[in-house]
């Protein structure tokens, strides 16, 4: 019985380790970090100030919004993870860093989420749920936020900024929320 028992809770946490990442995987993207080399042209791009909320959709292992705590003055970097190891992980990696107070790692799908309080959000996902996430930026996100996207743009949507200084790197894309909310306009630099 209790042989059973233990082959249940085991199988029970490879699905919740395996099954949320698999999950994840299909509903925005698989987790792939971003290259350590870029994170300081996203958070230069970015623009953060001290009045700032950051969102990271997709936030996997915390780097990004580590980098971001540690590298900007935004009052709250918040991260949605949907791969439970991944959360796990970002969790212990805030806490042993010292930024359980600057940064809130949510465990839950960001396409089911209200992201209207972010002043800057950063995505790093498939083309597919860039197409999602146009339309529900444009309706839940104010004028004025920027949306940084690391590698694809924002189907029909124009970037303000692109960060791509040659064919080694990856694209960095800027987008603002313009007064509409129906669609993103260039900043005047």
């Not at 465990?107 to 959000?121: C, K, P, T, W």
């Not at 309706?139 to 040659?166: C, M, N, Q, R």
Request: aromatic fraction near 14%; charged fraction near 20%.
């Amino acid at each position: 019985m209790l042989t059973t028992l233990l082959y249940i809770g085991l199988l029970c946490v490879i699905l919740l380790v395996f099954g949320t990442a698999a999950y994840a995987g299909f509903r925005a993207s698989p987790w792939l970090p971003v290259f350590k080399k870029d994170i300081q042209r996203i958070v230069t791009l970015a623009g953060i100030n001290e009045r700032d909320v950051v969102y990271d959709l997709g936030s996997g292992d915390g780097r990004i919004l580590i980098a971001l705590a540690n590298n900007t003055k935004a009052r709250l970097v918040v991260g949605y993870e949907i791969s439970f190891l991944l959360y796990f992980w970002s969790k212990v990696r805030v806490w042993f860093r010292g930024f359980s107070k600057r940064i809130e790692v949510r465990y839950g799908d960001f396409l089911n989420r209200d992201l209207g309080q972010a002043d800057v959000l950063f995505c790093f996902l498939t083309p597919k749920a860039m197409k999602k996430l146009g339309l529900k930026f444009q309706h839940e996100l104010h004028p004025g936020t920027t949306v940084i996207s690391y590698s694809f743009p924002i189907p029909g949507w124009h970037a303000v900024a692109k960060d791509h200084p040659d064919e080694r790197h990856i694209p960095i894309y800027k987008y603002i929320i313009d007064e509409s909310m129906q669609s993103v306009t260039i900043e005047k630099h």
